[in-house]
T-cell receptor
Framework: GAGVSQSPSNKVTEKGKDVELRCDPI?????LYWYRQSLGQGLEFLIY????????KSGLPSDRFSAERTGGSVSTLTIQRTQQEDSAVYLC????????????FGDGTRLSIL | SQQGEEDPQALSIQEGENATMNCSYK?????LQWYRQNSGRGLVHLIL?????REKHSGRLRVTLDTSKKSSSLLITASRAADTASYFC???????????FGTGTSLTVIP
C-alpha cells in the first residue's frame, strides 16, 4: 500500500512569503505528526493530531506556524511570513493509533528561505 | 531538553564488523524506538522495545534497554555497506503526546 506522501518535495521561497506544506498519511492511521529537521540535527516535534481530538500544538515555535488536518486524513502545515531560520526539512509521520505505535514517515519537504 | 542523546555522533566501520550505538534519555518512558534515515529520505522504523522489556532482536539488529540507567543500545551485526545511514532513538515519555528523537549516530560502513 501507499506510504506517507508529502508535497512539494522541495520549496524555495523569499523571506516574508507564506508557504503551505501537505501531508497525505497512510489510510486508516489516526495519528499524524509534523517534525522539523535542521541540517545534521535530530527531529524537533511541531504538532500532533489524534483522531477528532484537539491537536497538541505545544511544539510550534511561533504563531507564524499553524496546521490543519481535514477529515482526519490530509494535513497541511502553514508557515506565514517566512524567515530564514525556517529553512529546514519538514517531515510528516503517521501511526495507526498513537505514540505507542511505530511511526511511518514521508520523505519530507525541503524548505529554503532566501 | 527531554531528547535522547546518541553516542557516538559518528561511527565508521568495515563491512562485516558489528556496529554499536548507544542512546541515553532523561525521563521515564513507555517505549523506546530506533529509526534509520538514509540521506535525503524520511525515517524508517527499525524496532520498538517496551519499558518492561530488556532485549529485543530483529534480523541482524539487537536492541537492549536498561531503564535504571535510562539507556539503550542498538547493535547491528555483520554490517553491510547498505547499512550506511543515520540512526536515531526516540522515546515515548509516559506524559503527553510528544515523541522525542535524539540527535542521531551517523554510521558509515566501508565496503
Amino acid at each position: 500500500g501507499a506510504g506517507v506522501s508529502q508535497s512539494p518535495s522541495n520549496k524555495v521561497t523569499e523571506k516574508g512569503k507564506d508557504v503551505e506544506l501537505r501531508c497525505d498519511p497512510i489510510s486508516g492511521h489516526t495519528a499524524l505528526y509534523w517534525y522539523r529537521q535542521s541540517l545534521g540535527q535530530g527531529l524537533e516535534f511541531l504538532i500532533y493530531f489524534q483522531g477528532n481530538s484537539a491537536p497538541d500544538k505545544s511544539g510550534l515555535p511561533s504563531d507564524r506556524f499553524s496546521a490543519e488536518r481535514t477529515g482526519g486524513s490530509v494535513s497541511t502545515l502553514t508557515i506565514q511570513r517566512t524567515q530564514q531560520e525556517d529553512s529546514a526539512v519538514y517531515l510528516c509521520a503517521s501511526s495507526l493509533t498513537g505514540v505507542e505505535q511505530p511511526q511511518h514517515f514521508g520523505d519530507g519537504t525541503r524548505l529554503s528561505i532566501l | 531538553s527531554q531528547q535522547g542523546e546518541e553516542d557516538p555522533q559518528a561511527l565508521s566501520i568495515q563491512e562485516g564488523e558489528n556496529a554499536t550505538m548507544n542512546c541515553s534519555y532523561k525521563t521515564s518512558i513507555n517505549n523506546l524506538q530506533w529509526y534509520r534515515q538514509n540521506s535525503g529520505r524520511g525515517l524508517v522504523h527499525l524496532i520498538l522495545i517496551r519499558s518492561n522489556e530488556r532485549e529485543k532482536h530483529s534480523g541482524r539488529l539487537r536492541v537492549t534497554l536498561d531503564t535504571s540507567k535510562k539507556s539503550s543500545s542498538l547493535l547491528i551485526t555483520a554490517s553491510r555497506a547498505a547499512d550506511t545511514a543515520s540512526y536515531f532513538c526516540a522515546t515515548d515519555p509516559n506524559t503527553g503526546n510528544q515523541f522525542y528523537f535524539g540527535t542521531g549516530t551517523s554510521l558509515t560502513v566501508i565496503p
